[in-house]
């Protein structure tokens, strides 16, 4: 009898160090962890002549990680602007055009000062000086009505460009974004595409996530509300394996405002409760969180 007596408190011994190792029943919320993810997809359609991208590669923010081809938008531009060219070519020298009219009118004026003179000592008639000034107002006249033809025809053929400059600078656009830049410091989660494939606007690449920091999704039953707060720091719980469990520190930074129906695969303290309530917690990632791994909060 006293053998058996030893044997069942041994057993309960065993029992109850295992659950205080593995944390059950000594944890006030569970859940999974998660993190932001995003699919990066092309925003040009041609083949990739550059894709440096693997799973699980750690790439920065602003790095350039693939190219579409680009040559056809290059020789297109090469075109537009050769269009210009020629068009541009067409403008007329209005300065070369009026220099001409500008001398008639400098060598009127001259004449114009000298009979004006002969006017006055009475050496030539009101009449010559009539002829001068008339041939005067004739030159100016045309020249100014040549200068505004010779602009009006300029402004045209600049005009005439401007549809080709905007369709150069949407080529420049579609080059621009023919560079794959990748948004966000983080790891490569899933890679959709291979180097030599033919891409299409908005056909994912690949999926990166920043694991530096992860979050822990777990649940809180009404009455445990009270208990926490946003800012709170919080211990959270890992398994490790055999049995142990990796303690790390985390910060609660979101709670829903919106109860919802326990979870099937999330257990709350009082397992009793039909509403619960999501909180979000923050935890500085050593390497050890992967997502959809559980975890346990104690507040």
């Known amino acids: 009898m006293k053998n058996k007596l030893l044997i069942i408190a041994f057993i309960l011994s065993l029992t109850f160090l295992f659950a205080c190792s593995n944390g059950d029943g000594d944890f006030d919320a569970t859940g999974t962890f998660e993190s932001d993810e995003i699919i990066v997809s092309s925003e040009a359609m041609g083949k990739l002549i550059f894709f440096d991208?693997?799973?699980?590669f750690i790439i920065k923010q602003k790095q350039v990680v693939g190219i579409v081809d680009t040559i056809q938008?290059?020789?297109?531009?090469?075109?537009?602007?050769?269009?210009i060219k020629a068009v541009l070519s067409k403008q007329p020298d209005i300065a070369t055009q009026l220099?001409?009219?500008?001398?008639?009118?400098?060598?009127a004026e001259k004449e114009q000062i000298r009979i004006q003179n002969l006017v006055n000592s009475n050496a030539a008639t009101t009449k010559q000086l009539d002829d001068v000034n008339s041939q005067l107002d004739v030159l100016r006249k045309q020249y100014n009505a040549t200068k505004s033809s010779l602009t009006i025809s300029k402004?045209?053929?600049?005009?005439?460009?401007?549809?080709?400059?905007?369709?150069?600078?949407?080529?420049?656009?579609?080059?621009?974004?023919?560079?794959?830049?990748?948004?966000?410091?983080?790891?490569?989660?899933?890679?959709?595409?291979?180097?030599?494939?033919?891409?299409?606007?908005?056909?994912?690449?690949?999926k990166i996530a920043n694991l530096s920091e992860m979050t822990l999704r777990a649940y809180v039953d009404g009455n445990q509300l009270g208990e926490i707060k946003l800012g709170q720091k919080v211990k959270v719980f890992v398994d490790k394996g055999e049995g142990d469990q990796k303690e790390m520190s985390g910060a609660i930074y979101w709670v829903?405002?919106?109860?919802?129906?326990?979870?099937?695969?999330?257990?709350?303290?009082d397992e009793r409760a039909n509403l619960v309530y999501s909180i979000k917690?923050?935890?500085?990632?050593d390497g050890y969180l992967k997502i959809g791994m559980y975890g346990e909060v104690k507040f």
């Open 281 to 285: 917690v923050k935890v500085i990632n």
């Open 99 to 107: 220099a001409s009219l500008q001398k008639q009118i400098e060598t």
């Open 53 to 56: 991208i693997e799973e699980g």
């Open 73 to 83: 938008l290059h020789l297109k531009k090469k075109q537009l602007l050769a269009t």
């Open 155 to 206: 402004q045209g053929l600049q005009s005439e460009t401007l549809p080709l400059t905007a369709q150069i600078e949407q080529i420049e656009d579609q080059i621009k974004k023919s560079y794959i830049i990748n948004p966000i410091d983080g790891t490569v989660l899933t890679r959709y595409a291979k180097l030599n494939e033919v891409t299409s606007n908005g056909k994912a690449l690949y």
């Open 256 to 269: 829903s405002s919106k109860a919802e129906f326990t979870p099937k695969t999330i257990q709350t303290k």
